[in-house]
């Protein structure tokens, strides 16, 4: 199991991302994720990373190649990944074509999980996450029981900095021109399967199980 997870910002990526790799025992790569504890932790990634991310910007390639580089060479790839949010422009899909054959696992399944743009603006505007576990939230739709705490771990719930109307509008952006044309070279492939976000997580994931446990380990 060598997979991308595609699709726009809010489309439910993180969430799926989630639940598959608790399922299948694959480690999850989320460059969000990794830039973000960089942020957090303060160290000279997270505040190279900030100035773009906040803004709704890319962080640049050769970084962003850089630490998925290094994750990827990590002993628990070699029986497979989950790639999300990786790759998003073309040289960094160029990239992961090396990577992945430096590794002998080529990428097997693209899956792309789309949404209309209005969802995704209702989704990420009232999105809110814990600050100590990272769960997500939503101000109307997946309220906590006590506001603003978080149900799992009693956390405090806060929006990502990137969260805003006009930072998405970039990210927004920056995934029709760059990422989105990367499909079609999985398309080429035949590696993509297109799956609809604006359904529920759970049904969502009930789909993804039975397309991964169709797949060939
Ligand atoms: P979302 O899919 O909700 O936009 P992510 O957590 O995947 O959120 O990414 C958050 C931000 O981190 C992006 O907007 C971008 O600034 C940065 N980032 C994540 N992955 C990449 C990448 N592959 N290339 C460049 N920047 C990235
Ligand atoms: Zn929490």
């Not at 390639?61 to 850089?66: A, L």
Request: net charge positive.
């Amino acid at each position: 199991m060598n997979i991308i997870l595609m699709g726009p910002p809010g489309a439910g990526k993180g969430t799926q991302a989630k639940k598959i790799v608790q399922e299948f025992k694959i480690p999850h790569i989320s460059t969000g994720d990794m830039f973000r504890e960089a942020m957090k932790e303060g160290t000279p990634l997270g505040t190279l990373a900030k100035k773009y991310i906040n803004e709704g910007h890319l962080v640049p390639d050769d970084v962003t190649i850089g630490i998925v580089k290094e994750r990827l060479a990590k002993k628990d790839c070699a029986h497979g990944y989950l790639l999300d949010g990786f790759p998003r422009t073309t040289p960094q899909a160029e990239a992961l074509e090396k990577l992945a054959k430096d590794i002998d696992r080529e990428v097997t399944l693209v899956i792309n999980i789309s949404c209309d743009r209005e969802e995704l603006i209702r989704r990420i505007c009232g999105r809110r996450v814990c600050k100590v576990c990272g769960a997500p939230y939503h101000i109307d739709t997946a309220k906590p029981k006590v506001d603003g705490i978080c149900d799992l771990c009693g956390g405090p719930l806060i929006q990502r900095a990137d969260d805003n109307k006009e930072a998405l509008m970039v990210r927004l952006d920056h995934y029709e021109k760059q990422t989105k044309p990367l499909l079609e070279f999985y398309k080429a492939r035949g590696l993509v399967v297109d799956l609809d976000g604006s359904k529920d997580s759970a049904v969502l994931f009930s789909e993804v199980k039975k397309l991964l446990k169709g797949l060939k380990r």
